[in-house]
């Protein structure tokens, strides 16, 4: 299994200011994923970070309201540009292991209320 | 907390055959998501099922929800190698997003 840590845990922000959501996972990894969920849809997949390279984005969100870092092979941000109400939600980081058994695991997500 | 027990944990169905997979909820379910993950990639969202004794399809797949036995069925009608992949249930309680252990089908062609 593995252990992941999201900061902060919570967050309150203002209009038009950008976020920072950082995940530290405590093993290599080579598949990390950040995931939205607003209140009362689905867990929707924002994007695949990539090691060493730009990040791989879904349909619909783009990097330069949801830039990724992904300096290493335990760690990962997402920040979120320029906030409206809207952005308001729970952000969530997975890895998949390297094992092989396909199974991901979640971090504790951050909850960010944009007012 | 809720729990959310998958049932079987893993599968492995001749193309062609029909298969369901099962989550039992330890406590009411207000809502269940179904997602697949397939190697290497995110959670990709099947279908959100919120009352009870309702059923929704998506292509050859189908849920249902029932509220009483706290528990959902995911059913997939002559299964194809393209349904393979890991299925998750997943409840919301407060925004707070709980997952079964999921269940991994192999389709043999």
């Known amino acids: 299994s593995a252990v992941i840590s999201q900061k902060p845990s919570r967050d309150i922000c203002q209009r038009g200011t950008s976020l920072t959501i950082q995940c530290q996972v405590d093993s290599q990894v080579t598949m990390m994923f950040w995931y939205r969920q607003q209140p009362g849809q689905s867990l929707t997949l924002i994007a695949t970070a990539n090691q060493g390279s730009e990040a791989t984005y879904e349909s619909g969100f783009v990097i330069d309201k949801f830039p990724i870092s992904r300096p290493n092979l335990t760690f990962s941000t997402l920040t979120v540009s320029n906030m409206s109400p809207e952005d308001s939600s729970i952000y969530l980081c997975?890895?998949?292991?390297?094992?092989?058994?396909?199974?991901?695991?979640f971090g504790p997500g951050t909850r960010l209320t944009v007012l | 907390s809720q729990e959310l027990e998958q049932s079987p944990q893993s599968l492995i169905v001749q193309e062609g055959k029909n298969l369901t997979i099962n989550c039992t909820s330890s406590?009411?379910?207000?809502?269940l998501y179904w997602y697949k993950q397939k190697y290497g990639e995110g959670l990709i969202f099947l279908m959100m099922l919120q009352k009870g004794g309702e059923e929704k399809s998506h292509e050859k797949i189908t849920a249902k929800l029932d509220e009483k036995k706290q528990q959902s069925s995911l059913h997939i009608t002559a299964s194809q190698p393209s349904h393979a992949g890991i299925y998750l249930c997943g409840a919301d309680a407060n925004n707070d997003m709980r997952f079964g252990a999921g269940t991994r089908l192999t389709v043999k062609p």
């Open positions: 997975s890895v998949e292991l390297d094992t092989g058994g396909n199974e991901q695991f």
């Open positions: 406590k009411t379910l207000y809502g």
